[in-house]
T-cell receptor
């Protein structure tokens, strides 16, 4: 069965520091992979997605993620954190046409 | 930019009552989904819908749940007899090619 694991339920970084949110998937078939962001009391917004082709994908708000098949990972990074990046981030995977499944989420806090 | 809309934004109901949550997916999308998020927990898949029928459902989606696309634009989730544990955010999503879901803002369901 497919699963998505996010290491670290809470990550705290200083403003201007590198953001690294980790995501690993398990699937017998390389899935399509996504990162969603959820701001407080709001819905889920697609940050970026990997389907095929280039393994480094760029998303909105300066975020990017790299698909590494050998490591079954899809970690999310941003070179310099901004206060407005504080939110919950969900990694998700889709290896069938019927659904995507989510990791448990990582809450990102930004210290001034 | 096209968006998925959901109504109401907040629904309060008594235990045992029926509720209908409504969604208007993006007009040219073909796949429709319901997810839920219990407060502070992960986003859980409920059901996917394609070509006027359920394509996949989770173990959460038991006989008290049903979905319908009554008029070609609305997509509804009905909970027949609500329980306290049904209190959650319910997210509708749609996609064109079942890759990269676009989520609505959610309906907060509170069962008293």
């Amino acid at each position: 069965a497919q699963s998505v694991t996010q290491l670290g339920s809470h990550v705290s970084v200083s403003e201007g520091a590198l953001v690294l949110l980790r995501c690993n998937y398990s699937s017998s078939v390389p899935p399509y992979l996504f990162w969603y962001v959820q701001y407080p009391n709001q819905g889920l917004q697609l940050l970026l997605k990997y389907t095929t082709g280039a393994t480094l994908v760029k998303g909105i708000n300066g975020f990017e993620a790299e698909f590494k098949k050998s490591e079954t990972s899809f970690h999310l990074t941003k070179p310099s954190a901004h206060m407005s990046d504080a939110a919950e981030y969900f990694c998700a995977a889709d290896s069938s046409a019927s659904k995507i499944i989510f990791g448990s989420g990582t809450r990102l806090s930004i210290r001034p | 930019e096209p968006e998925v809309t959901q109504t109401p934004s907040h629904q309060v109901t008594q235990m045992g009552q029926e509720v209908i949550l409504r969604c208007v997916p993006i007009s040219n999308h073909l796949y429709f989904y319901w997810y839920r998020q219990i407060l502070g927990q992960k986003v859980e898949f409920l059901v996917s819908f394609y070509n006027n029928e359920i394509s996949e459902k989770s173990e959460i989606f038991d006989d008290q749940f049903s979905v319908e696309r009554p008029d070609g634009s609305n997509f509804t989730l009905k909970i027949r007899s609500t329980k306290l544990e049904d209190s959650a955010m319910y997210f509708c999503a749609s996609s064109l090619l079942a890759r990269g879901l676009i989520f609505g803002p959610g309906t907060r369901l509170t069962v008293l």
